[in-house]
């Protein structure tokens, strides 16, 4: 009997897929989802150093003698800012899609529950990972938004002295540059926080979350 038995478990040895649980879908494309909202986070940290350089550049054009340098500097930061924002937004869809893709996978698999309290307990489970998200994605679609009408400030600063690039052009402009510090400084600010809730959501979708 002793050698029957340890003839069967070096068999199994051998099988590593019997007996052994598989991850679920929704976990598969949970773990995908946590690492694009990574990949996302880091998209965002760019745009942040992007941004301050841009909003040096614009102190620079004011208060330094060599502004033809500084404007070239700032061209050059505008240039990287959009097209790291056009990553952010690719990016940003990917997570709603895998969003999609996982809450669709998880009701699935959950919906032969027999017991009435484990459906209760899983279904509240589902509501506030939707709840969670939508948070998040307001918060995306909000930051994007601002960063639109940023952006358009900064193109229109850019058309302006690539036409008129005189000290008394400069002179005339200030209000509209420093309009556009402010505005960079409360962005870096906001996506901060963007960052932050991206961070607890990455946590949670993973459930590496300690809350």
Do not use: H
Request: charged letters at 30%; hydrophobic letters at 35%.
């Amino acid at each position: 009997m002793n050698l029957i038995l340890v003839t069967l478990l070096a068999v199994l040895t051998l099988l590593p897929n019997v007996g052994r649980t598989q991850n679920s879908e929704s976990l598969n494309i949970a773990s995908d989802q946590a690492e694009s909202m990574a990949k996302l986070d880091i998209l965002m940290g760019r745009a942040q150093k992007r941004l301050s350089y841009v909003m040096t550049n614009l102190a620079e054009l004011t208060d330094s003698n060599d502004s033809n340098n500084s404007f070239d500097n700032f061209k050059d930061n505008l240039d990287d800012l959009q097209s790291i924002r056009s990553d952010i937004k690719d990016r940003a869809e990917k997570v709603r899609d895998l969003q999609g893709k996982r809450i669709a996978a998880w009701t699935r698999e959950v919906s032969g529950m027999l017991d009435k309290d484990m459906r209760k307990l899983t279904n509240d489970q589902i509501d506030k990972a939707k709840v969670d998200f939508d948070v998040l994605d307001k918060q995306l679609r909000e930051v994007g938004g601002d960063a639109n009408d940023l952006t358009a400030l900064l193109l229109d600063l850019k058309k302006y002295f690539s036409s008129s690039f005189t000290p008394d052009s400069i002179k005339t402009c200030a209000p509209m540059i420093e309009k556009a510090r402010a505005s960079g400084q409360e962005m870096v600010k906001s996506v901060d926080v963007l960052r932050d809730n991206l961070s607890k959501q990455k946590k949670e979708v993973k459930g590496t979350s300690s809350s």
